[in-house]
């Protein structure tokens, strides 16, 4: 159990595009999702948590007009980076609570995002 | 604001050694504390956690944890390292008020010398 789908694990696009990441819960509900950005040989940052049926909160620095997070379901989050830049390439990791009171988020496997 | 420090960036350890990555945390209150190792170009694994209870925790792959609080450490140990255990490796931590958000540390890289 406890299966957290991210889609696509790689994608490529043009500078000046957007790219939507899906994270989806499989065997749960999940009304909080976290997003995280990962540089390489780096750690991973909080970007935004994301609450079904409300606005994403995102943390300090994040553009929220870039980095649009969506929650429309209670299995599905989607990030989609905007007007892409090679400085936003970067891998993508999202993860998701189950709403049925559980302490910890699953992980997806990730997003590696390059911007050309 | 919780925060987590990995104090050792690096540690190359031989295969069959023992190994001990240390972890420390802060948070005002009990947190929940993860290991996660993470292979190149891949997601995190979950290790181990600890939430309540018996501080040695243990975990997949032969890991174990102990939380101290009086040291606000969550120490992770292997008594013998195999060449596949060479990964990175991150500690976080999260918050009672906030279930599910964690704050990671900057990881230590794990290399096995055969």
């Known amino acids: 159990g406890a299966v957290v789908s991210q889609h696509p694990s790689r994608v490529i696009c043009k500078s000046g595009t957007s790219v939507k990441i899906e994270c989806r819960s499989l065997d749960f509900q999940a009304t909080t999702m976290f997003w995280y950005r990962q540089f390489p040989k780096q750690s991973l940052m909080l970007m935004a948590t994301?609450?079904?049926?409300?606005?994403?909160?995102?943390e300090q620095g994040v553009e929220k007009d870039k980095f649009l997070i969506n929650h429309a379901s209670l299995t599905l989050s989607t990030l989609t980076v905007t007007s892409a830049h090679p400085e936003d390439s970067s891998f993508y990791i999202c993860?998701?609570?189950?709403?049925?009171?559980?302490?910890?988020?699953?992980f997806g496997q990730g997003t590696r995002l390059t911007v050309v | 604001a919780q925060s987590v420090t990995q104090p050792d960036i690096h540690i190359t350890v031989s295969e069959g050694a023992s190994l001990e990555l240390r972890c420390n945390y802060s948070?005002?209150?009990?947190?929940?504390l993860f290991w996660y190792v993470q292979s190149p170009g891949q997601g995190l694994q979950l290790l181990l956690k600890?939430?309540?209870?018996?501080?040695l925790v243990q975990g997949i792959k032969g890991f174990e944890a102990e939380f101290k609080r009086s040291q606000s450490s969550f120490n992770l140990r292997k008594p013998s390292v195999h060449w596949s255990d060479a990964a990175e490796y991150f500690c976080?931590?999260?918050?009672?008020?906030?279930?599910?958000?964690?704050?990671f540390g900057d990881g230590t890289t794990l290399t096995v010398k055969p």
């Open positions: 993860s998701a609570r189950d709403q049925s009171g559980g302490r910890e988020a699953f």
């Open positions: 948070y005002g209150a009990t947190p929940y």
């Open positions: 600890y939430f309540s209870g018996d501080t």
């Open positions: 976080a931590v999260g918050a009672w008020t906030n279930a599910g958000k964690s704050t």
């Open positions: 994301s609450n079904e049926g409300s606005k994403a909160t995102y």
